[in-house]
C-alpha cells in the first residue's frame, strides 16, 4: 500500500471501530468496507490491524461478538457495541475533538 | 473484571476451539475479499491472491489476536519455557559453562550472605532489639554503675555483667571448667528474657548472703545434667562455693557470647559502691520510649561529671568525658567482623558481576550463531517485543536454574564459611540458609538474569533483518557495536579479577608479616593447661603453695615433659590482668598510679618459655614467701620507669604499702595480639603471692598430647576436684588469635582466584569467538603470503587492548577501594607498591595467554580448508 492514504494509529482505529458499530452490529469486513466507504476511501484499516484491534475492544468488554448469519448467507462474527463501549465513545470522541482542535490550532499558527 | 478473567482463562483452557474461531473469522474476511475482487473483474486466483496479501502476515495477526485477547501472557511463557528448556538441551557445552559460572556466582553470593544475615542483618534475639543500648568508655567499675543506675533519667532498666569468668564445678562426675557471666540481678529483665524453668536473676540476689544461686544455659543443663527438670534447687560446687541451680535458660540463649555456660549475681551492695576499681564491666540498657541513644550519651556525661567531682583520681588520664560510647547492643555483640563481614559480600559481588558479564557474552556469541533464527521469525511476522520477551525468558530460565545450582554450593559452601571462622566470633549459631537468604538468593537469581539476559536480547533481536537472512551465520550481526560491547565486558571483568587480588595479595602480605612478628617467647613445642583447684577449698597462701610444689614435683620425669613451671596467666589467652603500681621515683605525685600487667610466675618460667634476662637476675628458689619481696620487669617498663636509671635499685609498690624490689630485667612477651605494642609488664614470684588457678606451662620432648596427658594424670593423682582446661600448645593459642586475618586471607584468595578462573575464561571465550569469526580472513591473509606471527600480532593486539584496560580500571578501582581494607591489615600500606605491581602484572599474563591461545589454533588450520568452511 504505498499509497497516500494515512496509516491508522491504534488509538485512532478504536475510535473508528466504535462510531461504525454506533448504527448496527457488523462483521470484521463490513466494518473495514464500512469505514473506508464513509471515510470516501481516504482511511484504509488494514485487516491486521482490525481483528487485534476488535479482540482487544472485545476483551476491555465494549464491542460483544457473536456468531451469525450474513446477508449473503455465510456464517460470520458480528460484533455489537456494549453499554460501556458508547460511554467509551462518548469519551473518545471528547479527547479527539481537543486533540484533532489543538493540532489544527498548531497548524494554522505558522 | 471478573467476566474478563473468566473469558481469559477459558481461552487459555480452549486454546484449539480460540484458533478454529480465528480461523474461521480469517477465511471468512478472505473470501469476502476474494469474491469482492471477483465482481471487480479480476480472475478467482488474482482476487485470492490479492485478498490475501492485503490481509498481511496471518502469523502475526494470529499472535496479535491472541495477545490482544490475554491468552498470551501465560501461554507464552511456557512456551517459551519450554522453547528455552529445548534449545539449552540442544547445547550442551553453552549451557554447562553457563550454568557452573551462574552457579559459583550465586554461590559465593549465598553463602556469604547467610554468614552476613546471621551476624550483622538478623535483629539479636531479643524482644524490641532497637531498644537495647550497650554503654562503653573501655570498662566500668561497679561504683560506676551504681551511679549509672540510680541516677539515669534515660534509660528504663540497666545492667552490669563480667563476661567470660571462669568456674570450676567439682562434684557431680569430673570437674569441669565452665565459661560463666557475673551480671548483676537485672540482666534478664533488661533483655526480656523468660527462663525455661525456675527463675533467673531477681533483685535481692545480688545481695552478699543471698547470692548462692546460679541460672545454668540449656546446652550445660542438657549436656552435663542429661536435662534433668529436677534440677531446680539442687546444689553446684562451683569454685568450691555451693549454689542453688534457680532457673534454667531456653535452648539458644548465650548472654554475652553464645559460649555461656552459667550466670551467676554480680555483688552488688553499699561496700561496692565505693569500689572503683575493677573495670572490667560491661553495662547495657534498654531505652525509655522516645529517647534517642544520644540523650543517653548526655545524660551519661553529665553522671560522669559527677563522678569526676566525687572522685578525682578515678580513671586518671583517660578523657573519660568525651568517650563515653552509647552504641546498640547489637553492635557491641557483633564487635569488629562488621568490616571483614561487609568487605567479603563486596568482593563476592564482584565475582557475581563477573560471572554476570562472562554469560552475557557467551549468550551475545549464541545470539550471533542463532541471528538466522532470529530472522525468520521476524520475517514470519513476530514482533520485536516478542523475540525480546523469549530471549529474556531463556535468561531468567539459565539464570534459575543457576541460581539453584548455586544454593547447593551455598549449603556446602555456609558449612565451610562456619567451620573456618574463627570460634569466638559472634552469633556463629544464627548462620542459616534461612528465608532470607533464600528470598536473597531468587532476587540475585533474577536480577542475574536480567542483567545477563536483556542487553544480548536487544543485541540480537534488533539487528537488521535481510542481512542477517542474506548473509549466513558466520558474520552476521557481529558488528561493530556488539564487539565493542563484548570487549567492555571482558575488559570489566578483568579489572573487577584485579581488584580482587590485589585485595587478596594486600591481606595474604599482611598475614605473612604478621606471622613474622616475634612473640618474645618459645612458640614451639610448650604446651599449657588452666589448672583451677576450686577457689573456696583452695583459700590460703600455704594451701596453694603446697598443692602446687607437689603438682611440679609430679610431673618433673614424667613422660613427654621436659621442664614445667607456673603462671597466673599466659600470653594469647585473650585475657588481661592489669595492676596500678607506683613506681618509687617516676613521679612525687602520690596519687599516680601505672598501668603494668602482672604475672605470678615460678622461676622456671622464663626457662620454659624462652624468655631472655637483659640484666640483674632470674627469680629462684631463695625467693620464697618469708624472703625480701622482689620483682621483674620486661624491658618496656624498664625503659619507659627508668629512663637512664638502672632498674634493679628500682622498686615499685601495690596500692598498699608493700615495695617489691626490682631485680631484673627480662624480654617483652606480646600479650594477646601479634599486631599491638605489648604493655609493660612485671613478674612477681609465685611463691610469695600464690594465687589460686594457674595456666601450666611444659616444655615437651614429644608428642603435645602425651605431655597434656602427663598433665591430667598428675592433677587427677593430687586431687579429684581440680578441673584441667583448656589443653594447648602455645602455636595453637597463637594461632587463634590470627584465625581473623587468616580467615580473611583464605577466602580473598579463593575468590581472586575464582575471579581469575571467571576472568581467564570469558577473555578466551570472547577471543576464541573472534577468532573464529576471522578464520576466513586469516585464512586469505595466510594465504596471500602474511607469516603466522604477523597474523598472530595483529589478533592478539586486540586482547592486548582490552586487557590494558582491564588491568588500568583494576588498578583505578583498587586504588579507590583498597582502603576499605585499611583496619584489616598490618604491616602493608593499603596501596603496597609491591602487590599494586605484581598483581596486576600476573593478571595481565594470564588474560593474554588467555587471549593467545585461540587465536594460534586458528592460525594451524589449513587456509584453504578455512576459506571453504563458509
Redesign the interface.
Known amino acids: 500500500m504505498t499509497d497516500s492514504r494515512p496509516d491508522l494509529q491504534q488509538g485512532t482505529l478504536d475510535i473508528l471501530i466504535l462510531k461504525t458499530l454506533v448504527r448496527e452490529p457488523l462483521h470484521g469486513w463490513g466494518l473495514s468496507k464500512r469505514i473506508r466507504e464513509s471515510s470516501r476511501d481516504v482511511l484504509q484499516v488494514h485487516q491486521g490491524s482490525l481483528y487485534p484491534a476488535l479482540y482487544r475492544l472485545e476483551d476491555q468488554g465494549w464491542v460483544t461478538a457473536r456468531w451469525g448469519i450474513s446477508p449473503e448467507g455465510r456464517r460470520a462474527k458480528f460484533y455489537t457495541l456494549t453499554r460501556a463501549g458508547r460511554k467509551q465513545l462518548v469519551r473518545q470522541t471528547a479527547a479527539w475533538r481537543v486533540f484533532s482542535g489543538a493540532v489544527n490550532h498548531v497548524l494554522q499558527a505558522t | 473484571m471478573l467476566?474478563?478473567l473468566l473469558?481469559?482463562t477459558r481461552a487459555l483452557f480452549r486454546r484449539d476451539a480460540v484458533d478454529r474461531?480465528?480461523d474461521?473469522?480469517?477465511r471468512?474476511?478472505i473470501?469476502?475479499?476474494t469474491e469482492e475482487g471477483i465482481r471487480a473483474g479480476l480472475s478467482r486466483e488474482e482476487a485470492r491472491r490479492r485478498a490475501l496479501i492485503?490481509?498481511?502476515?496471518v502469523q502475526?495477526?494470529r499472535e496479535?489476536?491472541r495477545?490482544?485477547?490475554?491468552v498470551s501472557a501465560i501461554e507464552d511463557l511456557l512456551m517459551d519455557l519450554r522453547y528455552g528448556a529445548r534449545t539449552l538441551w540442544r547445547s550442551p557445552g553453552f549451557t554447562l559453562v553457563a550454568l557452573v559460572t551462574l552457579a559459583l556466582g550465586v554461590g559465593a553470593n549465598t553463602a556469604v550472605f547467610s554468614v552476613v544475615n546471621g551476624i550483622l542483618l538478623r535483629p539479636l534475639p531479643y524482644p524490641e532489639p532497637e531498644s537495647l543500648i550497650s554503654v562503653w568508655d573501655g570498662g566500668h567499675s561497679r561504683a560506676e554503675f551504681t551511679r549509672v543506675r540510680d541516677q539515669n533519667q534515660t534509660l528504663e532498666s540497666t545492667a552490669a555483667y563480667m563476661d567470660r569468668v571462669r568456674f570450676s564445678l567439682s562434684g557431680d562426675g569430673a570437674p569441669a571448667r565452665l565459661m560463666g557471666t557475673q551480671a548483676t540481678a537485672d540482666v534478664f529483665r533488661v533483655l526480656r528474657v523468660n527462663p525455661l524453668l525456675g527463675r533467673g536473676l531477681a533483685p535481692g540476689d545480688d545481695v552478699p548472703g543471698n547470692d548462692r544461686v546460679v541460672v545454668l544455659s540449656h546446652h550445660l543443663w542438657a549436656d552435663r545434667f542429661g536435662a534433668d527438670s529436677s534440677i531446680l534447687g539442687r546444689s553446684l560446687d562451683l569454685d568450691g562455693v555451693t549454689r542453688a541451680v534457680i532457673g534454667v535458660m531456653p535452648r539458644g540463649f548465650g548472654f554475652p557470647t553464645p559460649d555461656t555456660e552459667l550466670w551467676v549475681p554480680l555483688l552488688l551492695d553499699e561496700t561496692w559502691r565505693g569500689f572503683w576499681g575493677a573495670y572490667g564491666h560491661f553495662i547495657i540498657g534498654r531505652l525509655k520510649a522516645g529517647v534517642t541513644r544520644e540523650q543517653v550519651r548526655q545524660d551519661l556525661t553529665s553522671i560522669a561529671a559527677a563522678l569526676r567531682a566525687e572522685n578525682p583520681y578515678w580513671k586518671p588520664g583517660a578523657d573519660y568525658l568525651t568517650q563515653i560510647n552509647v552504641s546498640p547492643l547489637h553492635e557491641r555483640v557483633v564487635g569488629g567482623s562488621r568490616r571483614l563481614l561487609l568487605v567479603l559480600l563486596g568482593a563476592v559481588g564482584m565475582i557475581l558481576l563477573i560471572a554476570c558479564a562472562n554469560v552475557a557474552n557467551l549468550l551475545m556469541a549464541r545470539g550471533a550463531a542463532r541471528q538466522r533464527e532470529m530472522a525468520i521469525r521476524a520475517t514470519l511476522g513476530a514482533a520485536r517485543r516478542r523475540i525480546v520477551r523469549q530471549l529474556v525468558t531463556e535468561s531468567l530460565f539459565l539464570a534459575v536454574l543457576g541460581g539453584a545450582a548455586g544454593l547447593g554450593l551455598a549449603a556446602g559452601g555456609v558449612r565451610v564459611l562456619t567451620s573456618l571462622l574463627p570460634p569466638n566470633t559472634p552469633r556463629l549459631a544464627d548462620i542459616a540458609i534461612n528465608g532470607p537468604v533464600l528470598a536473597f538468593t531468587a532476587g540475585l537469581a533474577i536480577l542475574t538474569g536480567l542483567l545477563f539476559g536483556v542487553a544480548p536480547a536487544l543485541r540480537s533481536s534488533g539487528a537488521a533483518l535481510t542481512p542477517a537472512l542474506g548473509e549466513g551465520s558466520g558474520r552476521a550481526g557481529s558488528g561493530v557495536r556488539q564487539r565493542r560491547l563484548a570487549g567492555a565486558l571482558v575488559s570489566g571483568e578483568i579489572a573487577l579479577a584485579v581488584v580482587l587480588a590485589i585485595g587478596a595479595g594486600l591481606l595474604i602480605r599482611s598475614f605473612s608479616a604478621l606471622m613474622r612478628v616475634e612473640p618474645g617467647f618459645r612458640t614451639q613445642q610448650v604446651v599449657s593447661a588452666r589448672i583451677s583447684p576450686p577457689a573456696a577449698r583452695y583459700a590460703g597462701a600455704d594451701r596453694q603453695r603446697d598443692f602446687y610444689r607437689q603438682l611440679l614435683e609430679r610431673l618433673e620425669g614424667s613422660p613427654g615433659v621436659a621442664d614445667a613451671a607456673l603462671t597466673s596467666q599466659l600470653p594469647f589467652d585473650q585475657s588481661d590482668d592489669i595492676m596500678a603500681m607506683w613506681v618509687d621515683g617516676y613521679t612525687t605525685d602520690p596519687n599516680r598510679l601505672e598501668v603494668f600487667g602482672l604475672r605470678h610466675v615460678t622461676p622456671e618460667f622464663f626457662r620454659v618459655m624462652g624468655i631472655p634476662l637483659l640484666q640483674g637476675r632470674m627469680f629462684s628458689g631463695a625467693d620464697h614467701g618469708g624472703a625480701a619481696a622482689v620483682a621483674l620487669v620486661d624491658e618496656i617498663a624498664a625503659r619507659r620507669y627508668w629512663r637512664g636509671k638502672d632498674p634493679t635499685l628500682g622498686r615499685i609498690r601495690y596500692p598498699w604499702p608493700a615495695w617489691l624490689s626490682v631485680v631484673g630485667v627480662v624480654g617483652a612477651v606480646k600479650n594477646n595480639d601479634l599486631k599491638a605494642d605489648p604493655y609493660p609488664v612485671f613478674y612477681v614470684p609465685f611463691d610469695q603471692s600464690p594465687t589460686t588457678s594457674v595456666a601450666l606451662v611444659a616444655r615437651t620432648t614429644g608428642e603435645p598430647a602425651v605431655a597434656t596427658m602427663a598433665i591430667r594424670v598428675a592433677v587427677a593423682a593430687l586431687a579429684t576436684d581440680v578441673p584441667v582446661s583448656d589443653e594447648q600448645t602455645m602455636e595453637q593459642l597463637i594461632g587463634e588469635s590470627v584465625a581473623q586475618p587468616r580467615f580473611a586471607g583464605a577466602l580473598l584468595l579463593t575468590f581472586a582466584l575464582l575471579a581469575l578462573l571467571l576472568g581467564a575464561v570469558g577473555t578466551y571465550g570472547l577471543m576464541a569467538f573472534a577468532a573464529h569469526r576471522r578464520t576466513r580472513e586469516i585464512a586469505i591473509r595466510m594465504a596471500l603470503g602474511a607469516r603466522a606471527r604477523d597474523v598472530l600480532a595483529t589478533v592478539v593486539r586486540e586482547g592486548a587492548v582490552l586487557t590494558g584496560l582491564g588491568v588500568g580500571a583494576g588498578l583505578a578501582l583498587a586504588l579507590g577501594l583498597t582502603r576499605f581494607l585499611r583496619g584489616l591489615l598490618f604491616g602493608v600500606s593499603p596501596t603496597d607498591p609491591i602487590t599494586f605491581v605484581a598483581v596486576p602484572a600476573l593478571l595481565a599474563a594470564v588474560a593474554l595467554l588467555a587471549s593467545y591461545l585461540p587465536v594460534r589454533k586458528v592460525t594451524r588450520v589449513d587456509p584453504m580448508i578455512a576459506i571453504r568452511s563458509e
Do not use: N, P, T
Not at chain 2, 492485503?54 to 502476515?57: K, M, P, Q
Not at chain 2, 495477545?67 to 490475554?70: F, I, P, Q, V
Open positions: 467476566s474478563r473469558r481469559r474461531d480465528m474461521d473469522e480469517i471468512f474476511h473470501d469476502m475479499e492485503a490481509f498481511g502476515g502475526r495477526f496479535e489476536g495477545e490482544a485477547r490475554g
